[in-house]
């Protein structure tokens, strides 16, 4: 405290690094202490280098009076601080060779979730990952020529954000257990459409993920004989940050090749703060064409299984009206269509929404999408309520 009786310390205006730097030379008790002091320290403990624990440090000052009760105690609250601390480190911004991870999954040999942020090994190389009881792996932003999931029986989930190469990013060898896959990246001007059946290889996922961070249409369109292995399992397919004002008549290939789909999620969002803003960086990175045209072989193709439709950030424009339409008319099973307003962002640029909010202009837009040929049932939510935020992102 200050002469002039201010109640915030100057050691907590310090920055995180010397402030971790002074909590590396306490003891892990007293470290873990620290974050009850204030918000400014909640989250320090967890971020610390090093790890020194000794059973000393957790006894009481009558230590001679324990009895094998008390010492079997707090043995088990030293063994479940320590849990508790290496459950909440989670570490980003490493810089190293690829060929020592497979070094680090051997050490750890009952990992279950592993993130790697910012990965930069100076020269873009070969991940090879195997490892037999890793459950969860989140690849983001990371430099990596290509990456090859080997040996991995027990990984249910997989994510990757932004990869660099577009030529065979990803290869996947033994993921018999592979449920949940979401793939995000932006597609800038130069890249070549990306081919699902060439990345998802031998995999039979239920639920698929895409994002497309508001710019170009990455991914290819195929022949639904390409992708038959692929899809047969796949029951959720949720198309994220889908660029606003595009024909959407594209994701018909997936219907096509995923008979058995149970629901499709979109979300159609120039999220502004995602995107280059600056003009000369766009007309040289980005492709003022967005969407990619596609035209489907059989007019006539009936989807048997689809049973739910929902659209985030839907508004009463004419591509979404008629996007909706012709899922019904292919979808002839369409048991529910759920119609999101705009995801509320308050950095993005405001634009006005024309999402239908009376009853009349809901009565509007089923007229134009519906025309007695379904008997799917509409609901409209004006307002994104905070539990719906995590079924826009699944998986």
């Known amino acids: 405290m200050n002469r002039k009786g201010n109640p915030h310390d100057r050691l907590s205006k310090l920055p995180d690094d010397l402030l971790l730097n002074i909590l590396d030379r306490l003891h892990v008790r007293d470290a873990a202490r620290t974050s009850l002091l204030?918000?400014?320290?909640?989250?320090?403990?967890?971020?610390?280098?090093?790890?020194?624990?000794?059973?000393?440090h957790f006894m009481r000052d009558s230590a001679s009076k324990l009895t094998a009760d008390v010492l079997v105690q707090t043995n088990a609250s030293v063994v479940e601080a320590t849990k508790s601390i290496l459950e909440r480190r989670n570490p980003g911004n490493l810089r190293f060779d690829a060929s020592d991870i497979p070094n680090v999954l051997m050490t750890c040999k009952n990992l279950q979730y592993l993130r790697l942020f910012n990965f930069d090994s100076a020269i873009p190389s070969v991940l090879q990952l195997e490892h037999p009881q890793l459950n969860v792996l989140n690849i983001a932003k990371c430099r990596f020529e290509s990456i090859k999931l080997k040996f991995l029986p027990k990984l249910t989930q997989f994510v990757i954000e932004d990869w660099i190469s577009f030529q065979d990013p990803l290869s996947f060898g033994y993921v018999p257990s592979l449920e949940a896959m979401r793939l995000t990246n932006v597609g800038l001007k130069w890249h070549k459409l990306v081919k699902l059946c060439e990345i998802l290889g031998n995999t039979s996922v239920r639920d698929l993920g895409l994002d497309f961070r508001s710019e170009k249409i990455w991914v290819q369109p195929?022949?639904?004989?390409?992708?038959?292995?692929?899809?047969?399992?796949?029951?959720?397919?949720?198309?994220?940050?889908?660029?606003?004002?595009?024909?959407?008549?594209?994701?018909?290939?997936?219907?096509?090749?995923?008979?058995?789909l149970k629901e499709l999620r979109m979300t159609?969002?120039?999220?502004?703060?995602?995107?280059?803003?600056?003009?000369?960086?766009?007309?040289s990175l980005y492709s003022s064409k967005r969407s990619i045209e596609w035209e489907s072989s059989a007019q006539d193709f009936k989807h048997h299984n689809l049973a739910v439709l929902t659209i985030f950030c839907f508004q009463s424009e004419d591509y979404l009206v008629a996007f909706i339409k012709r899922i019904m008319e292919v979808a002839v099973n369409?048991?529910?269509?759920?119609?999101?307003?705009?995801?509320?962002?308050?950095?993005?640029?405001?634009?006005?929404?024309?999402?239908?909010?009376?009853?009349?202009?809901?009565?509007?837009v089923k007229n134009r999408i519906n025309q007695g040929g379904s008997f799917a049932i509409f609901q409209f939510f004006p307002t994104l309520k905070d539990d719906h935020f995590p079924i826009s992102r699944y998986p």
């Open 222 to 260: 195929e022949l639904p004989q390409r992708l038959e292995s692929a899809f047969y399992k796949l029951r959720l397919v949720n198309l994220f940050r889908v660029p606003e004002g595009c024909d959407l008549t594209w994701t018909l290939f997936i219907l096509k090749a995923a008979p058995f």
């Open 38 to 56: 204030s918000r400014r320290w909640r989250n320090l403990p967890s971020m610390l280098s090093q790890l020194n624990i000794e059973f000393v």
């Open 334 to 364: 369409l048991e529910d269509v759920f119609l999101y307003n705009m995801m509320a962002c308050d950095m993005c640029l405001y634009n006005p929404s024309k999402f239908p909010r009376t009853k009349r202009q809901r009565c509007s």
């Open 268 to 283: 159609v969002w120039d999220h502004w703060c995602d995107m280059e803003k600056d003009e000369e960086r766009r007309a």
